[in-house]
């Protein structure tokens, strides 16, 4: 495996389930992000772990919760989503070094419905 | 208030019909500008980065440029493979925060 893999690559899910998603990244890399996407819209930064601790949280409700085990894991845990959850779900990494501006690479997404 | 801005928000071209997007910004402390691709149902696959107004960089069909408060992604005699949606981001401020503009998507026709 290469780069950056999210899994499950779709996911129907509703409004009382529970389920996560999963972000891995072989890159090295030492800080990882979580993005939502939405038709019409900018990338929404959710959270953002550097060093596996988490630096940033876009006041994003508590239904999502994020954990990150170590540097190449990521997870979002989801409980109790809404229809407008509905989104595609990215994942990114970077080497965070200073100095230099921290570019991302990101995964294939994981899209995620609502009902 | 921070803020990227892309335009146009679409374009069509005929292939081999160059042209330029831009990507407007609003920022202070400017750390990085990046520019990426995003073809339908992928992740976003990353392309330049420009750290200081004049600087350029080049890729195949691809040139990217950065002023002090835009930067453009030049096209140079398109192919249909070229087509997907281009997204500008600016990396900025005390904490380094990343902000992504809309996005242009570009369509260019055999």
């Known amino acids: 495996e290469t780069g950056v893999t999210q899994t499950p690559r779709h996911l129907v899910m509703g409004m009382t389930n529970k389920k996560s998603l999963k972000c891995e990244q072989h890159l090295g890399h030492n800080a990882m992000y979580w993005y939502k996407q939405s038709a019409k819209k900018p990338l929404e930064l959710m959270f953002v772990?550097?060093?596996?601790?988490?630096?940033e949280n876009n006041s994003v409700p508590s239904r999502f919760s994020p954990e990150c085990p170590n540097s190449s894991h990521l997870f979002l845990h989801l409980h109790t989503l809404q229809p407008e959850d509905s989104a595609l779900y990215l994942c990114?990494?970077?080497?965070?070094?200073?100095?230099?501006?921290?570019?991302?690479?990101f995964g294939p997404g994981t899209r995620l419905t609502v009902l | 208030e921070d803020q990227v801005t892309q335009s146009p928000e679409a374009l069509r071209l005929q292939e081999g019909e160059s042209s330029s997007l831009n990507c407007s910004y609003t920022?202070?402390?400017?750390?990085?500008l990046f520019w990426y691709r995003q073809d339908p149902g992928k992740g976003p696959e990353f392309l330049f980065t420009l750290y200081s107004a004049g600087e350029e960089k080049e890729k195949e069909r691809l040139k990217a440029t950065l002023t002090k408060k835009e930067s453009f992604l030049h096209i140079t005699a398109p192919k249909p493979e070229d087509s997907a949606t281009y997204l500008c981001?600016?990396?900025?401020?005390?904490?380094?925060?990343?902000?992504f503009g809309k996005g242009t998507r570009l369509h260019i026709l055999p």
């Open positions: 981001a600016v990396q900025a401020g005390r904490d380094d925060k990343i902000i």
């Open positions: 772990y550097s060093l596996e601790e988490r630096v």
């Open positions: 990114a990494s970077s080497s965070i070094t200073s100095g230099r501006a921290d570019e991302q690479f």
């Open positions: 920022v202070s402390g400017l750390r990085g």
